[in-house]
Nanobody
Framework: QVHLEEFGGGLVQPGGSLRLSCKISGSTFGRVAMSWYRQAPGKERELVASIMAADGRTHYADSVKGRFTISRDVPKMMVYLQMNALRSIDTGVYYC???????????WGQGTQVTVAS
């Protein structure tokens, strides 16, 4: 069993920055990647960024390239999302996800709210 806990969300003005953190508890067995997703009001959940478990390769949604950075601290079992130059369209609930090689290795956190507004 894996438990994911996100923190670091909040209210920030446009152009500002936030750093989200995801604390991972439990086994790493079956993990393919760690990812951040977000869901804006009235919209479907979408992938923001991923970091591969095997080699640390990263992937970003086009909408956040150059502004967001996903990183990890393997010994501390943490994954981070540094968000810069935030825009109102970045508002939403941000979720941490462990993507597994099979469904039983797939886990989600509870989410943390990010609101970008003046």
């Amino acid at each position: 069993q894996v438990h994911l806990e996100e923190f670091g969300g909040g209210l920030v003005q446009p152009g500002g920055s936030l750093r989200l953190s995801c604390k991972i508890s439990g086994s790493t067995f079956g993990r393919v990647a760690m990812s951040w997703y977000r869901q804006a009001p009235g919209k479907e959940r979408e992938l923001v960024a991923s970091i591969m478990a095997a080699d640390g390769r990263t992937h970003y949604a086009d909408s956040v390239k150059g502004r967001f950075t996903i990183s990890r601290d393997v010994p501390k079992m943490m994954v981070y999302l540094q968000m810069n130059a935030l825009r109102s369209i970045d508002t939403g609930v941000y979720y941490c996800r462990q993507e597994g090689r099979r469904p039983e290795f797939d886990f989600w956190g509870q989410g943390t709210q990010v609101t970008v507004a003046s």
